[in-house]
Structures are given as structure tokens and as C-alpha cells.
């Protein structure tokens, strides 16, 4: 696909009546005086407070903005992925529509990414987060740690969604769950360079926040899906055979010390419970075995199925010789334009 525009700033919104007018304006200011090819698509989860009501006048107001409006509430990141597939630019740049993100960040975010050989993340970092301590910063602390710790991508804001994306970090991720946070991981586990910029963050002037406690163990258990699929999509035989490998053997060693025990020192085998755990262990490693090459038939299954490929190229240079040589013999006479024989010399008369 052509990109025609610099940049997409896409904007998941649910019952935001009151913020959409003011963001829109200060990202009308911050597209105008930087002279950016820009588009801003609100993707419309499902408000049911009026918002829809607007988007008409918005749309004749700024003719940069597009409206994606969904047939329900499907959640921010179903609503994240419908502007990323929407989305037209070459960076990418998500954001929330309350007002907390602050839109003069943007010409930041992009400058960060051009330093150096470019960056293909550049994640916003709330330093001076304008929430409340108890249900929203510390609970955000503790799983930006755990995520930091199982991912080994050092960022301290995952949860901000001020984001600045090269469009081809983006290409084939596919998101579900709560798993828009992790893009940043996604392009370090692929070998993309990620980095993070201080970002201002304003407190809610509007409604109240979508999220509380209970986010923070979907968030968690988003996380092992992700280590899951990075780390043994490819090789699931290792995530269940090894463990199955281990308890095996240890059950069969614990059956081997149970039967020295009964035939040297008499142990009465009904009465130990260590006679259980070791068939229990022989059986369930038995079953991760199993289970980890059914696993492996469903990956097999799943790229060739697909023609998806196990790897992604950064870039391919050379072969202008063979390109060169191509092109000669484009060049020369093919079989539908045979060459023409020069005629048989005339037949000399007798002396």
C-alpha cells in the first residue's frame, strides 16, 4: 500500500462527548503550525453518551480527522487494532481521547525517533502521572516491574498510550485481550529499537476512568501469553516436553527409591503416599510430552495453512550483476522474434 501521509494519530474513544471537541482542537493547532501531512482517526467503541452525535460537525470542521465507529463496546485495544488497520501514515501514533495525553508530545516523540539510526518505538512515560496513588499508580508501578522483569524491555510506562510507531513495526501484529500495551515488546523481541521520552500527563477533566484493579491480573495474564507466543510459538514441544521430560524422570526415580525400599527394608508400599506422586508424575509427564507435540503439529498446521513464514527480512542489497544480466537478455531476440538468416549466396555460373 502507498502512504501519502507523514503521520496517523489514532484515538480509541468510548463516551468521550466532552473531550473529543477540545483534543481535536489541540491537535488542529499541533498539525497546523508543524505543517504536518497528518490524519487523526477516531475509532468510536461503542459510546452510548452523545458522542456520535458530534462527529458530523467535528468532520466538516477539521477535514483531517476520519471517524471509525464500531457496532458496540469490543474494548481499547479491538478498537486500537481497527486504527491501525485504518490508519494511512508512516508513523503510527495511538492516543487517549480524555485529555490526559497531551498532543504537544507529538513533534517530541517524532524528533526522538529520528535520532540516532531511528527508533521503530518511541513510548511515552508518565513520570508525572496525574492519577490516584492507590488504584491507578501503584497498581500501574507493580505491573510495569512484572513486565519489565519477565520481558527484559526496560520501560517504565507500558500502560501510557501516547505512542509513536514506524507503520511497518505494525504490519503483522495482530491484537487481542489487553495486549495493545505490549506492541513495544513485540518490536524488541523482533529487533527493533525501542525507546522512551518524559510526556506531559494531565489529570481527567471529564467522566471518570474505564479501568480499576481488576485490569492489573488480565494485564499479567496477557503477559505470559505474550512470553508464550515470542518465546515458543515456534517450538512448543519445549515449553511442554521439558517439564514433562523432568517430572517423568523424577517419577520414575521415585519409584526406583520406593522399590529399594520394599525389597531391602520391607516398606509397605499401600501405605506411602509417595507411591501416588510417583505414578501421578510418570503419567502428567507423559501428558505434557503429548501435549507438546500436538502443539507442534498445530504450529506446523498454522504457518503452512497460512504461507506464513517463521522469520521477517529487514532488508535485501546486491545483485546488480544478476539484475544487469536480466536485463540483457530482456533485451536480446526471443523465440517469437527469431533472427533473421542472411540468404544463401547465389550459385556461381559454370566456367
Known amino acids: 500500500m502507498s502512504v501519502d501521509l507523514e503521520l ?40 452510548k453518551d452523545g458522542t456520535r452525535k458530534i462527529y458530523p460537525e467535528l468532520c466538516d470542521r477539521y477535514p483531517w480527522l476520519r471517524v471509525i465507529m464500531l457496532k458496540k463496546n469490543f474494548g481499547q485495544t479491538s478498537a486500537m487494532m481497527a486504527g491501525i488497520r485504518a490508519a494511512k501514515g508512516e508513523v503510527l501514533i495511538p492516543m487517549d481521547a480524555d485529555l490526559q ?28 502521572r496525574q492519577d490516584k496513588a492507590l488504584t491507578r499508580k501503584l497498581p500501574s508501578w507493580v505491573a510495569n516491574k512484572l513486565i519489565a522483569w519477565i520481558s527484559g524491555v526496560k520501560i517504565h510506562d507500558l500502560g501510557c498510550t501516547l505512542k509513536a510507531y514506524h507503520r511497518d513495526t505494525l504490519e503483522d501484529v495482530v491484537l487481542y485481550g489487553e495486549m495493545h500495551r505490549f506492541i513495544p515488546i513485540y518490536a524488541a523481541w523482533a529487533g527493533g529499537d525501542v525507546s522512551e521520552i518524559e510526556v506531559n500527563h494531565r489529570a481527567r477533566r471529564f467522566g471518570v476512568s474505564k479501568y480499576g484493579l481488576s ?11 505474550v512470553k508464550f507466543l515470542t518465546g515458543y510459538a515456534q517450538k512448543p514441544i519445549h515449553f511442554f516436553g521439558i517439564p514433562g521430560i ?20 520391607g516398606l509397605e508400599l ?22 507438546g507435540l500436538l502443539a507442534e503439529v498445530m504450529v506446523r498446521t498454522y504457518h503452512e495453512s ?10 535485501e542489497i546486491g ?7 536480466a536485463s540483457t537478455l530482456t533485451d536480446s531476440p526471443t523465440d517469437s522474434e527469431p533472427t533473421k538468416k542472411a540468404p544463401p549466396p547465389a550459385p556461381q555460373p559454370p566456367p
Open 8 to 47: 496517523s494519530i489514532i484515538i480509541p474513544a468510548y463516551n468521550e462527548v466532552d473531550s473529543l471537541p477540545l483534543l481535536c482542537e489541540e491537535i488542529h493547532r499541533v498539525i497546523t503550525e508543524n505543517n504536518y501531512r497528518a490524519e487523526a482517526v477516531v475509532v468510536d467503541d461503542g459510546s
Open 101 to 128: 495525553n497531551d498532543p504537544a508530545d507529538i513533534p517530541r516523540l517524532l524528533e526522538k525517533m529520528g535520532q540516532g539510526d531511528g527508533y521503530q518505538v518511541v513510548s511515552g512515560w508518565r513520570k508525572n
Open 215 to 225: 485490569r492489573t491480573l488480565k494485564v499479567v495474564l496477557d503477559l505470559l501469553t
Open 246 to 265: 523432568l517430572m517423568s524422570l523424577s517419577g520414575v526415580g521415585l519409584a526406583f527409591f520406593l522399590s529399594i525400599r520394599k525389597l531391602f527394608y
Open 270 to 291: 499401600a501405605k506411602s503416599p509417595m507411591l501416588l506422586l510417583s505414578i501421578l508424575l510418570i503419567l502428567l509427564g507423559f501428558m505434557m510430552v503429548m501435549l
Open 306 to 315: 497460512q504461507g506464513k513464514f517463521t522469520y521477517r527480512i529487514a532488508q
Open 319 to 325: 545483485g546488480a550483476a544478476i539484475t544487469e544480466a
